[in-house]
């Protein structure tokens, strides 16, 4: 799964690679309730962003998409937008 | 955390969330204060209804908590959709005195 995460970049412009933003904020626990802070990390389409758009450590995107999963079934995030 | 149907009054959402809240307390589980998001808009439609009341309720569980608070929860059919959710022990930054649990 995480194989791309670093190494050097192959072609093209360098990666910088950005903090995890909940690392950053030394988030605990993310939150399926904090819907508009999970919105950051769903496409415009209501699809679960990958790691590499989102920019999150492997932990804190499991838990984000998780929490995601739970915030849809609560109705709080759409499963799909548009349609 | 749970969704109750939108054609209840507030009140009624209230007594609805009460009755729930004996069922933990009966049960050995400890309630903490209701939060009430009001009503929101669901973000799709769920039986036709595009909006429903928010409540999240923190508790602890006794032995028996879940089995009864699930059974009536899925029973009832002024509520729309509930979730229980497990809170890590880390669990703060709203409230916690102890590990809980939300009905979601």
Known sequence: MGRRRSGPPRGGRPVKSKPCVFCQENVAYVDYKNYNVLRRFISDRGKVRARRVTGLCPQHQREAASAIKRAREMALLPYVVGR | ??????????????????????????????????????????????????????VVMEFTAGERTLVELKRILRVSDDVLRHMVVKLPPSYTHEPLPEPEEVPA
């Open chain 2, 1 to 54: 955390m749970l969704i109750v149907i939108p054609e209840l009054d507030e009140e009624q959402v209230e007594n609805t969330v009460g009755r729930f809240r004996t069922v933990i307390e009966r049960t050995g589980g400890e309630v903490r204060e209701p939060n009430h998001w009001g009503r929101r808009k669901l973000a799709y439609e769920i039986g036709h209804r595009t909006d429903g009341f928010y």
